[in-house]
């Protein structure tokens, strides 16, 4: 049941003189990246169906900064904040939303100390929260009683405490979920933060994703849950690199939410 | 009784006033040493600051996680402390030439003799175990590489230290024969005191001393030791809490000096060639050495028990990267004691902590959601990056391409930035 996209940018809506109820931060991964790509679609699929009016900045947005500051970079990183909220500001922005927890954390904690102070949420928590309010109905469908672990962010969990919300959408799903043995607090790294994602990685034994995929794998799951469009990269590069992809399959939670309601 | 005070008397107060007094001595040392730091100025939250002195420091609910080790060390520090009320009466004893004072406050103190005899037994018990997991059972994170030498003897030490003084205690008591024949509070000493009962009373009074006199030298030894041991965390664990944290972890701080300048670069009106306001030195970004760093940096830095739950948890650690959080904070209280011998001829920056660890971090906060005591390896190996890149331009050449990407194109990969809003319509 394909249903074309309506997604009007910000520079639209304000032309027609109407602010959106939200923002949806899109994110240079979501932008750009063809696998992060789909995830960002299947959000903006479940935002239309649960009728909530939103918007994109488009070509006028830009990198939250969040690898230039974790490189060490803090010049670069202040200067997109500030660019970026100059943008948000003029358009009176005043609750935003986005699929990538390192946008997440940025907007939410890093910019209100450089002029910018908005509402922000991960899309799981926002949409937990259209769920919780009927807005968005999510079962089972064709994942109902199958077997699903979810990987954490590290800046979703962690860096925020949020463990619970994308898990209550999961269980929604009727699906089993099981937990690695390292979950929630003890989640371990998919390894592409703090800038990793943009390096090889340092001299060692492993990569971190392949540690983190083997462990994925071993509870049996025919679906990794994920809620970064980088972890879900790492995440399927390892899944693959042991040869599980016939059986694993990697997915953003907004996608097997969206995949369960035939969107 | 004697005269007071008699020749004892007065050895006694010798003693403790220079275990005391040296102690005053290095714990002064200590402040200078972390006030080498940035200040940080007032802190905000101090509701939440007390709760978590409360919850972390004193409940130390983080250590707990790990049930085994966390119980075994509730115990221990409980124990430890509470036994050390003891020490109260041996000091008004050892200065005022009187035996057993507190025993005036009757039959409680029996009872509270009684207890302290117990928890002596459990605590010793308990470092046994300790020593066991760190030297037979070979537990991981006690035999990595920044574990060897000093710090691997300084772990055993501490727990000798502290079987030795349980059992000086224990015998202490066993030997005094006139709390023996009162029969109150010797629940476990009564039955050493059966099996030596027999000697002559000259001889048991002699031990009495011996240990007496052991246990109270032994502690201020102890207390004299700690500002060489990690095991100076007992003290330092509750300032090193109540400044630890209490924003979101991956909130990274924004560094105001930069923000002033990119607000002027930014400004249309700023005068770009205005010259600096005379006498302003321009500030170094980043860290490359310990003083650098903030004071709760470098107290973090000092309260480091070594136990390793962080580098256990680290994600490059734990795939055989160099890097390593406790050596991290090691290595910075290393630099930072070694400093007034050192001098600038040593850095913290390749001297203590090589670029490989650095650049091996996720910031995934693994080991600061891991450690006992709030410390946070992160915010210093941020600052050595920022230092590296923004001093030095010294960042992977990898990352170099993801940052001018990022300034051109604003994506860290080399896409337009007008196609963002492509998917739509892809
Ligand atoms: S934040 Fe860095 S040092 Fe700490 S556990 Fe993660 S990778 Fe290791
Ligand atoms: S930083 Fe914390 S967790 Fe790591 S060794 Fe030191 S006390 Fe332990």
Redesign the pocket.
């Known amino acids: 049941m394909e249903k074309a996209l309506n997604v009007p940018t910000m520079a639209e809506c304000q032309a027609q003189g109407k602010l959106p109820e939200v923002l949806f931060w899109v994110g240079c991964a979501g932008s750009f990246d063809d696998r992060a790509k789909k995830i960002t679609k299947a959000f903006a699929k479940l935002l239309q169906a649960s009728g909530v009016s939103f918007a994109v900045l488009g070509a006028e947005e830009g990198c939250t900064g969040d690898p230039a500051k974790r490189s060490g970079n803090e010049f670069l990183f202040q200067m997109q904040a500030m660019m970026n909220i100059e943008v948000l500001n003029g358009y009176g922005v005043g609750q935003i939303v986005t699929t990538c927890p390192h946008c997440f954390n940025t907007l939410k904690n890093e910019y209100p100390g450089l002029g910018g102070s908005y509402q922000v949420m991960h899309h799981t928590q926002f949409l937990k929260n259209l769920m919780d309010s009927g807005r968005l109905k999510v079962s089972g469908g064709s994942f109902r009683g199958k077997k699903i672990t979810y990987h954490d962010p590290c800046y979703l969990g962690r860096a925020n405490g949020e463990y619970e919300a994308p898990r209550a959408l999961l269980s929604a799903l009727e699906s089993e979920l099981i937990e690695m043995k390292r979950c929630k607090t003890r989640g371990l ?1 998919c390894g592409a933060g ?1 800038a990793q994602m943009f390096k090889e990685p340092e001299k060692g034994n492993k990569d971190i994703n392949i540690e983190r995929s083997e462990e994925a794998i071993e509870t049996g799951a025919s679906f990794v849950a994920t809620g970064c469009p980088f972890c879900n990269t790492m995440m399927t590069d390892g899944v693959t690199a042991k040869g599980a992809e016939s059986k694993v399959a990697v997915m953003d939670v907004a996608e097997l939410i969206a995949k369960a309601a035939d969107l | 009784m004697g005269a007071w005070p008699s020749l004892s008397n007065v050895i006694f107060a010798l003693i403790f006033g220079a275990g005391v007094g040296y102690f005053t001595f290095n714990m002064r040392r200590l402040v200078a040493l972390i006030k080498k730091g940035r200040p940080v100025g007032p802190v905000a939250h101090k509701k939440e600051r007390w709760r978590n002195v409360l919850y972390i420091a004193l409940g130390q609910s983080k250590l707990v996680k790990r049930p085994v080790s966390g119980l075994m060390h509730v115990l221990v520090y409980l124990g430890f402390v509470i036994i050390n009320i003891e020490v109260l009466e041996i000091v008004i004893d050892g200065l005022f030439g009187t035996h057993r004072i507190f025993q005036f406050i009757g039959p409680a103190y029996g009872v509270l003799i009684g207890l302290f005899e117990v928890l002596a037994v459990l605590v010793f018990f308990a470092v046994v175990i300790f020593w066991l997991r760190r030297n037979a059972l070979k537990l991981k994170r006690f035999w990595s590489p920044e574990m060897s030498g000093w710090p691997k003897k300084d772990a055993n030490l501490i727990l000798y230290f502290e079987m030795v003084l349980m059992g000086l205690f224990l015998m202490m008591n066993a030997s005094d024969l006139s709390f023996q024949q009162l029969n109150q509070g010797n629940w476990i000493s009564g039955s050493i005191y059966s099996m030596i009962q027999d000697w002559p009373q000259a001889q048991l009074h002699l031990i009495e001393r011996i240990c007496w006199w052991t246990h109270i030298v032994g502690i201020l030894g102890f207390l004299n030791y700690l500002y060489f041991s990690k095991h100076l965390h007992i003290l330092l664990a509750f300032p090193n809490v109540y400044y630890g944290r209490v924003t979101p972890a991956g909130q990274f701080e924004n560094l105001d000096s930069v923000t002033e300048q990119v607000k002027l670069m930014m400004d249309p009106a700023a005068d770009p060639y205005a010259a600096q306001p005379e006498g302003t030195v321009p500030e170094k970004f980043g860290a490359s050495d310990v003083t650098d760093l903030t004071q709760v940096q470098l107290l973090n830095a000092m309260t480091c028990t070594e136990c390793g739950r ?1 580098t256990s ?5 734990q795939t055989g990267k160099l ?1 390593s ?1 406790r050596k ?1 904070m090691m290595d910075t209280r290393d630099r930072l004691m070694a400093l007034p011998k050192e001098g600038e001829s040593k850095q913290l920056l390749d001297d203590y902590i090589s670029r490989d660890e650095l650049w ?9 959601e891991a450690c006992p005591v709030s410390i946070d ?2 915010s210093i ?1 941020m600052a050595m990056r920022q230092y590296l890149v923004m001093e030095q331009s010294a960042a992977p050449s990898e990352l170099n391409v993801t940052m001018s990407n990022i300034e051109n194109n604003a994506a860290p990969w080399p896409f337009n930035q007008q196609d963002r809003g492509n998917w739509i319509n892809e």
């Open positions: 790294c703090g | 962080c948890e680290c994600p490059a650690n890097l959080p991290i091996a971090c996720t910031t995934c906060n693994a080991c600061v390896p992160v190996i």
